[in-house]
């Protein structure tokens, strides 16, 4: 699964047929401009990424309540995925909300989200994705004053639990620099 951030449009770069666009929330100023680029992009599969407990910049919040009705109007949202998800209590609210024809995505950020991976994908169905935010995890490890070799016990941990159990893991492979940026967000005064 190749799967490319709405970023990536601002800068006229083909985005390949088969690709998932990717609407990360974090970059998306309101809902206007949610339905926007989901009319823009009406034809293609979209993961939709909800940040939940972000703290770095840009930092927007969506209720699900919000987004619910827009997830039901566009039958083309094929996966939803939610940001910081540490134990099963994080993602129930999501499990039960979400339309069934949308694939749940657990954001794994956390020592804690992969301590409970198990118990996170077994809430997931027969279609197991989870993703793996490698600098937050990095982060969170740092914060908790854990070793740096956590990071790489976490790492291979979860990508073991992955290969082992069926569960597809997506990971960042990969970024785009650039020396301007071409779409204003709100958190750039």
Same mark, same amino acid.
């Given at each position: 699964?190749?799967?490319?951030?709405?970023?990536?449009?601002?800068?006229?770069?083909?985005?390949?047929?088969?690709?998932?666009?990717?609407?990360?929330?974090?970059?998306?100023?309101?809902?206007?401009?949610?339905?926007?680029?989901?009319?823009?992009?009406?034809?293609?599969?979209?993961?939709?990424?909800?940040?939940?407990?972000? &703290?770095?910049?840009?930092?927007?919040?969506?209720?699900? %309540?919000?987004?619910?009705? =827009? *997830? $039901?109007? /566009? #039958?083309? +949202?094929?996966?939803?995925?939610?940001?910081?998800?540490?134990?099963?209590?994080?993602?129930?609210?999501?499990?039960?909300?979400?339309?069934?024809?949308?694939?749940?995505?657990?954001?794994?950020?956390?020592?804690?989200?992969?301590?409970?991976?198990?118990?996170?994908?077994?809430?997931?169905? &027969?279609?197991?994705?989870?993703?793996?935010?490698?600098? %937050?995890?990095?982060?969170? =490890? *740092? $914060?908790? /004053? #854990?070793? +740096?070799?956590?990071?790489?016990?976490?790492?291979?941990?979860?990508?073991?639990?992955?290969?082992?159990?069926?569960?597809?893991?997506?990971?960042?492979?990969?970024?785009?620099?650039?020396?301007?940026?071409?779409?204003?967000?709100?958190?750039?005064?």
């Amino acid at each position: 699964m190749l799967i490319i951030s709405q970023n990536l449009t601002n800068y006229e770069v083909d985005i390949p047929k088969d690709a998932v666009f990717r609407i990360n929330l974090a970059w998306v100023n309101d809902l206007n401009e949610l339905q926007t680029i989901l009319k823009k992009h009406k034809t293609r599969k979209i993961f939709l990424d909800l940040p939940t407990n972000r &703290t770095k910049p840009p930092n927007n919040k969506y209720s699900i %309540d919000e987004l619910i009705p =827009i *997830i $039901k109007s /566009n #039958q083309n +949202i094929k996966y939803f995925a939610i940001s910081n998800i540490n134990s099963l209590k994080d993602l129930e609210i999501y499990v039960d909300i979400i339309p069934k024809d949308v694939i749940l995505v657990p954001k794994i950020e956390s020592v804690e989200g992969v301590a409970n991976i198990k118990p996170i994908t077994d809430a997931l169905g &027969t279609n197991k994705i989870i993703m793996l935010d490698h600098d %937050d995890l990095h982060s969170s =490890i *740092i $914060k908790a /004053n #854990q070793p +740096i070799s956590k990071f790489l016990e976490c790492f291979n941990t979860l990508t073991e639990y992955c290969k082992s159990n069926n569960v597809i893991l997506l990971r960042t492979i990969g970024v785009v620099f650039s020396d301007q940026e071409k779409k204003v967000s709100d958190y750039i005064g």
